[in-house]
């Protein structure tokens, strides 16, 4: 897959966030499949080539996307352990199933790029695999003395409430 320049100069990269910013738009609203680099581009209001500039492809802003995407997930993720602490088993899957589904709800972009069937299958699954490590990770730092297979499994069943959560 083409990667992304990265840029330098403060103006490039404002530039880039711009264009992150409207991938994230347009791919929440149209999904990854349906998203042209045009409506990318023109919800930017940059010209296609100053998108291809740093962007070769489709799949390379998605790639971007769900890195940002990912950062702001897992920092969400990352203070479950502690605001559930001294909570129950219940509430805790309670606020864990809300934490995600709110994120869903507010950035689908990253349910559209794991859905995408013009992705590559490694980028799917990665940021399902992803997904379901770091619910697992926040699992085990709750319920401390359960088996990393016991947290692998309890995400995959907190991962398929979501998605039909979502759904609804």
Known sequence: MAEARIPTQGRGKLRVEALLDAAEAVLAEKGYDAATMTEIAERAGASIGSLYQYFPTKAAIAD????????????ELALLPAAAKGATAAAFAERLISTLGNFYRRRPALQSIANARLLPASVTADVRQRLRREVAAAIAVFARGITREQAEVASIVAYELMRGARAI
């Open 64 to 75: 971007m996307l769900r890195s940002r995407l990912w950062d702001a997930l897992s920092a």
